[in-house]
């Protein structure tokens, strides 16, 4: 259970600051490197490379960190209580993964709050698969009193490589376990800094222009011409670096090379927004992506980091 | 008697999959012992979310010693067979083998191989690995660094044989690392301490006071029989559920049934939307009052946990999932709603029904042909069928069946009646699914119907069209489903529908037509009308024999087919019915001997004039009139009068055979004869191929 210790302002239970702060010392004390935020537009926690590409090969790692996530079409204006086309994952990655995996996963709920002798904690089969990574891991649902807070997965293919050993993943969706925690039934009515009266600022204080700008811009202005040739040079980009770097037993430039892939995976997720990407070209598209981040996570392969 | 124990433990095993890998373990073990000469009086296997277990009881401390001979060459054969000999049986020199006398033979060597009994427990400890290893899992994984394929990470092996009295031994044995012992764990969060296994009667009690109920059928029947009393005392009834009961009793060790409530408003939401977010979403029990059978504002949720606040937190926290879920099927209904379907099939442009097909917005066209040309021979109105057909995907783009896609047809059916369709045309958008499986509804409205047979023949068509049909276990695109769908409606609506020429005209709207892909098609449908008929208690014979002599590519259609093979059925079966088919068999058999023996067929018109005895002329002229009155008969579908005009070829034929010698010396008799024999084969195969009639 959270220290009882801490300023009630950092407890996860008021503030969503509070909740990301816990868990980063949570797995801090655990061994993990605790990462910033990948620079860069991604749909998921898992395109940051300290996910993808550390994910491949054989070297131990360890690392936790916030990641905001674009999901241009998740975009609601702000209005959905339960949906925003930009949100934040709390990542865990564990290489190996280690054998008692699970329990650390508990104690880690339960460093946020959540008594696992008073709530219904579930593992609810769930098959996970990114065909644009071209990586897939199986895993559970995490479920709390009958709602998904996290995903759990042991992963067995990135970017069309096998992984060995495997990393086990743990992805907190922290806008829902916030909400849960803190009682209130939409995202933009979170305390944000756990503070109250004029000191208290919201999710809504943060984000809500936020969400509806990009709501907006996303659905309705973004040029998809100038999208489209977005995609293309970084995707030629990509392959260009990926040529530049490859000395035939090494690689030197496995991370901008992945790079301009996250980057094309994310015009990606804006055409689609904009609803010019048919489902046939959809699939082409995603292949696409597939096809570079395959040939980023071969690049990466080829370094140290990679093992090499 | 001995027994044995095993548990797999692991972390959770989704929940589809524990009924069949519990089977599997035991057939995987079972099997592995009676293989190595271990017989056992009974096996049962258990699966939780954490576990699979198996108890062998009965079963013999180790097999019986076994000696087997291996017969050898003389002993004066060559040294090279001599020798052969010895390495095939393992022996290093000829002193090895012993001698056997045959007064016949003379003396040869023979092998005695003789192999000492084997201790149960090495065998198990010797097959184990191996079951591990390889065990069927639908789909497995690896973890951390090893390279062992389990369903989830497999954490514990128990192995216990208990012999007679206390004592009970562990099996050792190891599995990329893991060590097998007798240690295991009770409940994740209520009992997580280690339990000593020892017998399973023991083993099992313990479990179960560590909140473990090990039966899965057990757990199904705790939840069904504590969500029955739940229910009744507030005067609901369960919505039965077997796929989700059986999944709740996978998702826990220790079911706790609770209940809770939701906010009265969203029963204003079409029930179903309720129902599908709480059931397949939330994995709860729907209820229903009991004085008025309508939807209630409850749910029953099945917890692993027996929690000291009575589980109040639980019940809040799924009343807050189900509100949130709810809240948004609701603001998909009202969004949904403020545009009509109409609107939403530009749309459907975007959507690839499959690559070679089209969008779906091309098969919707291809649908409104298809059911505007159909509506007139199903008794539909042609511009109800073919408005039917335009809306029924629409509701493939509105935001609750992006949500919630098992809800398709349906939404499309409350947003057309919202919009003002006619109702026969909005239960057509919600019936043309159907049937969607063998045990669902067959729609039955004349407009429904239309577009349910476009919706399937266009399907068929198409993949037919691409050459994309069902192979083996593969199919994909569920064809025989949709092929089974359109024998269903045909028959169960007595429609008469020349397939044969529906599906050659729509193929011109895919693809250019093919008449010989249109045949294939025509025989698929009647390959799975044989399996759909033989399963309602028609024999496959009597249906070959019925499509033998005309099938769908002939224009006959299912219903005729059906009704044919029936009254053949009785035919057959009559007593009338068996001696002619007996007659006909007799007279086949001669035919095909003496075709051979002379190098031809026997197809010459008969000679009346050859004929020396009545029963020859009596025969003759039966087969005249049955043979005009059959093609008659059939051609206006009259089958029972086809069926007696047959019947009356009994009495000649019997006549025939009992008097007349075939095979008579004078040549011109016998080829006259012949030829009637050949002129009644073919009578009878107006009405079907009796030669596929099985003996």
Not at chain 1, 93 to 104: A, D, G, M, R, V
Not at chain 1, 105 to 132: C, M, N, Q
Not at chain 1, 271 to 297: H, N
Not at chain 2, 671 to 690: K, P, Q, S, W
Request: charged share 25%; hydrophobic share 40%; aromatic share 8%.
């Amino acid at each position: 259970m959270s220290d009882s210790n801490i300023p009630r302002h950092m407890d996860p239970k008021n503030s969503f600051q509070g909740l990301i702060l816990t868990l980063q010392n949570f797995w801090a004390e655990k061994g993990c490197v605790i990462l910033q935020p990948y620079d860069m537009e991604m749909g998921a926690g898992t395109f940051h490379p300290a996910t993808t590409l550390r994910s491949l090969g054989p070297k131990p790692w360890r690392a936790a960190y916030v990641q905001p996530c674009r999901r241009p079409t998740d975009g609601r204006y702000g209005e959905n209580p339960n949906r925003l086309g930009h949100y934040y994952q709390f990542q865990v990655i564990l290489k190996p993964s280690p054998e008692n995996l699970q329990e650390l996963y508990l104690e880690s709920l339960y460093a946020i709050g959540i008594d696992p002798k008073v709530h219904d904690l579930r593992f609810v089969e769930d098959d996970w698969e990114s065909p644009t990574l071209g990586a897939w891991g199986l895993g559970w649902e995490c479920w709390c009193d009958g709602m998904e807070v996290s995903q759990f997965t042991y992963f067995q293919q990135v970017a069309g490589f096998e992984c060995a050993p495997v990393s086990g993943e743990l992805t907190y969706g922290l806008e829902r376990i916030a909400c849960y925690l803190q009682n209130v039934d939409s995202i933009m009515e979170l305390n944000f800094n756990g503070r109250e009266g004029d000191e208290k600022i919201s999710y809504e204080d943060v984000f809500l222009q936020a969400e509806q700008e990009f709501s907006r811009y996303n659905f309705e202005h973004a040029n998809t011409d100038m999208l489209f040739q977005h995609f293309k040079d970084a995707e030629e980009e990509c392959k260009a670096i990926l040529a530049a770097g490859d000395t035939g037993n090494q690689h030197q430039m496995a991370m901008p090379a992945y790079e301009q892939c996250i980057k094309a995976s994310h015009a990606f997720n804006l055409l689609d927004a904009r609803g010019v990407i048919s489902v046939t070209e959809r699939q082409s598209y995603i292949l696409r992506v597939r096809e570079l981040a395959k040939a980023c996570g071969g690049a990466w392969l080829k370094t140290e980091s990679g093992g090499a | 008697m001995p027994e044995l124990l095993l548990e797999l433990f692991s972390e959770e095993i989704p929940a589809r999959h524990q009924r069949r890998a519990a089977e599997n373990l035991k057939k995987l073990v079972t099997d592995g012992l009676v293989e190595r000469g271990l017989l056992y009086e009974g096996a049962k296997a258990y699966a939780t979310p954490r576990r699979l277990t198996l108890n062998v009881a009965g079963l013999a401390a180790a097999s019986a010693p076994t000696k087997t001979e291996r017969k050898g060459p003389r002993t004066d054969a060559p040294e090279q067979a001599i020798a052969g000999f010895l390495r095939a049986a393992g022996l290093s020199s000829v002193e090895e083998a012993t001698v056997q006398s045959d007064p016949k033979k003379g003396d040869f060597y023979v092998a005695v191989t003789e192999k000492p009994g084997e201790r149960t427990t090495d065998v198990i400890a010797e097959i184990m690995p191996q079951i591990v290893e390889k065990f069927p899992w639908p789909k497995s994984m690896r973890w951390g660094s090893g390279r062992l394929n389990w369903i989830r990470p497999l954490r514990a092996i128990t192995a216990t044989f208990a012999t007679d009295g206390d004592e009970v031994e562990t099996i050792d044995f190891e599995i990329d690392g893991l060590k097998s012992g007798n240690i295991t764990y009770g409940h994740r969060f209520m009992a997580p301490e280690a339990i000593k296994a020892k017998r399973f009667d023991d083993y099992s009690s313990s479990l179960e006071k560590a909140k473990v109920v090990l039966d899965l059928d057990r757990r199904m029947e705790i939840i069904r029989s504590d969500a029955d009393n739940l229910a009744f005392a507030q005067g609901l009834d369960v919505i039965a559920d077997k796929g989700l009961l059986e999944e709740a009793a996978g998702l826990v060790e220790w079911p706790v049934v609770m209940m809770g409530s939701f906010d009265e408003k969203f029963l204003s939401l079409p029930e179903e939307v309720v129902t599908t977010a709480i059931r397949s979403h939330q994995k709860c029990f729907c209820l229903r009052t009991q004085s008025d059978g309508k939807l209630a504002n409850r749910f029953l949720l099945i917890s692993n946990l027996e929690a000291p606040d009575g589980g109040a937190t639980i019940v809040a926290g799924n009343e807050r999932v189900i509100h949130a879920r709810l809240s948004d099927a609701k603001f998909f209904y009202d969004t949904d709603l403020n545009t009509p379907l109409e609107d939403r099939l530009p749309k459907l442009e975007n959507m690839v029904f499959h690559e070679k097909l089209g969008t779906q917005s091309q098969r919707v066209e291809r649908l409104v042909q298809l059911a505007d040309e159909l509506a007139p021979q199903v008794g539909a109105n042609a511009t109800d069928a073919a408005r039917a057909a335009k809306l029924a995907k629409a509701d493939l783009v509105t935001d609750m069946v992006f949500e919630f896609p098992e809800l398709q047809g349906l939404m499309g059916n409350y947003y057309a009646l919202a919009q003002g369709e006619k109702p026969e045309i909005a239960s057509a958008i919600f019936n043309h699914y159907k049937p969607s499986g063998p045990s669902d509804d067959v729609p039955t409205e004349a407009v429904s119907i239309a577009v349910a047979l476009a919706d399937k023949l266009d399907v068929l068509t198409g993949f037919w069209a691409i050459d994309e049909k069902p192979t083996g276990s593969k199919d994909p695109f569920a064809l025989r489903r949709a092929a089974l769908g359109v024998i269903r409606i045909s028959l169960e609506n007595q429609l008469d529908l020349n397939l044969q020429q529906i599906v050659s005209n729509h193929m011109a709207r895919i693809a250019s037509v093919d008449e010989t892909i249109v045949a294939d098609l025509m025989s698929f449908f009647e390959d799975r009308l044989v399996v759909q008929m033989r399963d309602s208690g028609l024999a496959h014979d009597i249906l070959d024999a019925v499509l033998g002599n005309g099938g769908l590519a002939k224009g006959f259609t299912l219903p005729s087919i059906v009704t044919r093979a029936k009254k053949l059925a009785a035919l057959t079966e009559s007593e009338a019915g068996e001696s002619l088919v007996a007659g006909y068999r007799r007279a086949v058999n001669i035919l095909k001997a003496e075709e051979k023996k002379d190098g031809k067929t026997f197809a010459d018109p008969v000679d009346n004039g050859a004929f020396s005895q009545d029963e020859e002329a009596q025969l003759f002229s039966a087969i005249k009139v049955v043979n005009e009155s059959v093609a008659a008969n059939i051609a206006s579908e009259d089958f029972d009068a086809a069926m007696q005009d047959l019947a009356s070829l009994r009495t000649p034929v019997d006549a025939f055979f009992e008097n007349v010698l075939v095979n008579d010396d004078d040549p011109n008799a016998r080829v006259n004869r012949l030829n009637l024999l050949a002129r009644l084969r073919d009578t009878m195969h107006l009405i079907a191929d009796f030669s596929k009639l099985k003996g």
